[in-house]
């Protein structure tokens, strides 16, 4: 069973809104210190935003004060909001524990911001 899935992810139009989410399998629980991240194409995947225990949150600059990241532990699951896209925000988007479990990376979910 894959221990993390993550959907939510489409074509959005420049300053446009995708809520992407992250299932933990039964498992995995999202309980830790989860964050999401996002690759590129041609670059580095990078950590944008991370939550920890008693929900206490931060972000990296590139997202901050766009994007928010949230969870709900009756769902095991793990979301990222996003708004006001940019086309610099097009990649796919990861979620895993922060810092990463290797093994435990899933398929991501494609964001492309184009107009």
């Known amino acids: 069973q894959v221990p993390l899935v993550e959907s939510g992810g489409g074509l959005v139009q420049p300053g446009g809104s995708l809520r992407l989410s992250c299932a933990g399998s039964r498992k995995f629980s999202v309980m830790g210190r989860m964050g999401w991240y996002r690759q590129a194409s041609g670059q580095q995947r990078e950590l944008i935003a991370q939550i920890i225990r008693g929900d206490s949150t931060s972000y990296d600059d590139s997202v901050k004060g766009r994007f928010a990241i949230s969870r709900d532990f009756a769902k095991n699951t793990v979301y990222l909001q996003m708004n006001s896209l940019k086309p610099e925000d097009t990649a796919v988007y990861y979620c895993?524990?922060?810092?990463?479990?290797?093994?435990?990376w899933g398929q991501g979910t494609q964001v492309t911001v184009s107009s």
């Open positions: 895993n524990q922060v810092p990463p479990l290797r093994n435990y």
